[in-house]
């Protein structure tokens, strides 16, 4: 099975390839390996909406098996934002977005800091939709940046109990994390790996 991973980010596209590559005859494929074209607006409700969408629009178009995703960070203190604008909630950088999120959190007590990411993906051909399906992580914002080994939001997202992570790392940031520890909590491994337990049944 040849699928299309229809995003332009490298950082995405090396951790869903990591968490595939124990399913059998499947070959992975990204942007690059075709003519550039428009990407969809991304103008769904819900994360879900904006997964589906990408993925219908890039199948039909290539004609292919296309993996869309759209992910995200909610703050419980924000009315669940940046949520399903986390990637333009604020106009320039991810550090930009992250310096945002502080500076809105910076009189909201450590016990009401609570966040979590949220990953939806969507597999579909140019017929139809495949699978649907969602990972979550749950944490809290800390008070500053921390930590080089990730991308978005995750220098403040801060791993905390009911992750799954040894305690040795509890109260860090998943940028602070090794790639390994972060490939087993992260919301999009946990949705990457009910993929390829569909995968790998066919069902």
């Not at 995750?154 to 992750?163: K, M, R, V």
């Not at 040795?168 to 520890?181: D, F, N, Q, R, T």
């Amino acid at each position: 099975m040849k699928i299309l991973l229809a995003t332009t980010s490298r950082h995405k596209c090396a951790e869903i390839a990591d968490l595939l590559n124990d399913v059998p005859n499947l070959t992975l494929e990204t942007l690059e390996n075709y003519p550039a074209t428009e990407a969809p607006e991304e103008d769904g409700e819900t994360m879900a909406d904006n997964a589906r969408l990408k993925a219908q629009y890039y199948a039909s178009h290539f004609q292919t098996t296309v993996l869309a995703d759209d992910s995200g960070m909610e703050v419980d203190a924000l009315n669940g934002e940046p949520g399903v604008y986390s990637a333009r909630w604020i106009e320039g950088s991810d550090e930009d977005r992250t310096n945002a999120v502080l500076d809105r959190m910076q009189d909201v007590p450590e016990e009401e800091r609570t966040a979590r990411y949220r990953c939806t993906l969507c597999l579909a051909t140019p017929e139809k939709v495949l699978y649907e399906v969602e990972g979550t992580c749950e944490g809290s914002v800390g008070y500053r940046p921390l930590g080089e080994n990730g991308f978005g939001y995750d220098p403040i997202f801060q791993i905390t109990l009911g992750t799954g992570a040894s305690e040795e790392y509890l109260g860090k940031s998943i940028a602070e994390a090794p790639p390994e520890v972060k490939a087993s909590i992260s919301h999009r491994a946990n949705a990457v790996r009910q993929l390829a337990e569909k995968l790998k049944a066919g069902n």
